[in-house]
């Protein structure tokens, strides 16, 4: 069984703050899972995140992190804020890196993890086996990014 850490519950940073909304203990596709609310300093909702915590087949191409910003908060790298927060909680479980991926059309969410500084691994195919493969999907961008140790 999966042990989630309850220090992690809420993570504040200078530009935004999180607050968990779903522990997910994972399962045999899904790898365990915090899911938070993206708040702004003014106590706005402008998103959501997730870390996904561990390794699968899955995680290479769906990656370690998602992130998703309601349109009209968008430009103000939230995600990027928000994704620095989670990356504590990814290396307080020991993980050593993180693969952030993005669909090759996707310009913002590609800006936000190269400003991570995360390394582009390649330009894949998504595999047909892969639980989130649909015809007609598109090639994601698969980018490694090392973590410091706790």
Same mark, same amino acid.
Do not use: Q
């Given at each position: ?7 992690? @519950? *809420? $993570?504040?940073? /200078? ?5 968990? !909304?779903? %522990?997910?203990?994972? @399962? *045999? $596709?899904?790898? /365990? ?5 993206? !708040?702004? %300093? ?100 698969i980018y490694a990014l090392p973590l410091e140790k706790t």
């Amino acid at each position: 069984m999966f042990k989630f850490f309850d220090c992690f @519950d *809420a $993570l504040s940073g /200078p530009n935004i703050d999180l607050a968990v !909304i779903e %522990k997910h203990p994972g @399962d *045999a $596709l899904m790898l /365990p899972f915090y899911y938070y609310d993206m !708040i702004d %300093k003014s106590g706005n909702i402008v998103g959501k995140i997730s870390i996904r915590i561990g390794d699968n087949y899955n995680s290479y191409y769906n990656g370690h992190i998602g992130f998703e910003v309601r349109e009209s908060f968008r430009g103000n790298n939230y995600s990027l804020h928000a994704s620095k927060l989670v990356l504590r909680v990814a290396a307080a479980h020991g993980m050593e890196r993180v693969y952030v991926t993005c669909a090759e059309s996707n310009c913002a969410s590609r800006k936000i993890i190269e400003k991570l500084n995360a390394r582009l691994v390649e330009i894949a195919e998504i595999p047909k086996d892969c639980f989130f493969w649909r015809d007609g999907i598109e090639a994601y961008c698969i980018y490694a990014l090392p973590l410091e140790k706790t």
